[in-house]
């Protein structure tokens, strides 16, 4: 019927329905793209870096993060044995293409193919990878070289996703560091680096036409850490203080990091991408530092995570962007003992490697010295080890017979 009536119809109005059947066509598919391949479904989850050599074997890791509740995780790599160890285990994964392997898959689509084909395509539908981050802090942190590599590596491996058929499975995004911002105070006043906009406008335009967020490692204990006479110690925990007002926009902040949320979505909307979501892909609190790192306590990580856990539960959003609820993914699972850099940097974990709580944020740990760890670990030891304890029950019963 519809087909009869567009033949009977002039060629001028022909002509204009087909274009708007195409344009229809085009909406259709570019909000296809907008509304798939969303790779952080919840609000809170967890860094799981392993740059360490006494790490618990990726099976228990599972076993912590379900019994944490912890549904999705990063990581910096895409190891086959962690990848392996989830399968199954429902927790959702971002998996990471190397600063060092960026350049490379960068110059053909082929090689960007080939890592997706080992990296991420044999583990599908089994362990849910749903990200791929490309890089990490690249832009500001790197050699140029690797600035220029960061669009057209996205684009490659974005490319062998939809030849796969995967787009909607696995989204592609790229985080940065705080250091891509030439200010951030107020939130309001916050813009992107001169020397970086050359590469952040194509990557942002690049990131909105496939649906993805921009990802920003938010840090208010560097913040802290790097003017501790200026910043109230409160305003960075969560803790009761007076706060800061932005006059442009007329808001009051009451804690540091939905501040610097905020600076990232300012400096978004001044380059045109206003509607793009934020979401924080590191933020954390060392538990232990140098000297002349302020800050870094075991009771001040405490406070930090524990407040920050409760605040993005709530699911709510933050004063500039108030109907979006902040998500957040929090660094580290566990300290790690082969980091660089300062001993802070060894002690960002929730858990120390043994699988223990470094402090009490309502988690509790693989090893702990009460007796609710056992639930756990026979939790996470599953079906198939309890049928053999009641198989072997059974058998020292005939045997008393």
């Known amino acids: ?63 912590l993060l379900k019994a944490a509740k912890i549904k999705n995780i990063r990581i910096y790599d895409a190891n086959p044995d962690v990848l392996t160890a989830f399968k199954g285990s429902g927790i959702e994964i971002m998996v990471c ?27 599908l539908p089994g362990t849910s990878i749903r990200g791929i981050s490309i890089g990490n802090e690249i832009l500001g942190v790197t050699p140029i070289e690797i600035w220029e590599a960061l669009l057209p590596a996205s684009k490659n491996i974005y490319t062998a996703l939809d030849r796969l058929g995967l787009t909607k499975v696995v989204q592609v995004s790229s985080p940065h560091s705080e250091a891509v911002f030439a200010n951030s105070f107020p939130p309001s006043s916050c813009t992107f680096r001169d020397d970086i906009l050359p590469f952040m406008k194509p990557l942002l335009q690049f990131f909105s036409q496939i649906g993805s967020p921009f990802y920003i490692n938010a840090y208010p204990f560097l913040a802290y850490k790097s003017d501790p006479e200026h910043i109230d110690i409160n305003y960075a925990l969560f803790k009761s203080n007076k706060g800061i007002y932005d006059a442009k926009t007329k808001l009051h902040y009451d804690n540091m990091f939905d501040a ?16 793009m979501e934020v979401i924080v892909s590191e933020t954390g609190w060392a538990s232990k530092g140098d000297d002349n790192e302020a800050g870094a306590t075991v009771a001040n990580a405490r406070a930090y995570n524990k407040n920050l856990r409760k605040r993005l539960l709530k699911k709510k959003g933050t004063p500039y962007r108030p109907k979006k609820p902040v998500k957040a993914y929090i660094f580290a699972l566990f300290n790690e003992n082969l980091k660089f850099g300062p001993t802070s940097e060894r002690n960002f974990g929730l858990f120390k490697a ?10 509790t740990g693989l090893v702990p010295s009460s007796a609710t760890s056992s639930l756990i670990t026979f939790k996470g030891i599953g079906l198939s080890n309890s049928l053999i304890f009641t198989s072997a029950t059974l058998l020292l019963l005939i045997l008393t017979l």
């Open 1 to 63: 019927m519809e087909c009869s009536c567009v033949v009977n119809m002039p060629k001028k109005h022909m002509r204009s329905s087909s274009s708007f059947l195409r344009f229809l066509l085009v909406f259709s598919l570019v909000s296809l793209n907008v509304l798939t391949g969303q790779a952080f479904t919840g609000t809170y989850g967890v860094n799981y870096g392993r740059i360490a050599d006494n790490l618990p074997p990726p099976g228990s890791v599972v076993t």
């Open 354 to 363: 043994d699988g223990s709580i470094a402090y009490d944020i309502g988690f």
């Open 97 to 123: 293409l190397p600063n060092e392997l960026l350049i490379e898959v960068s110059v053909g689509e082929q090689r960007a193919m080939d890592w997706i084909k080992e990296n991420v395509q044999p583990y």
């Open 260 to 275: 610097q949320v905020d600076a990232a979505y300012a400096a978004l909307e001044k380059v045109g991408f206003g509607k």
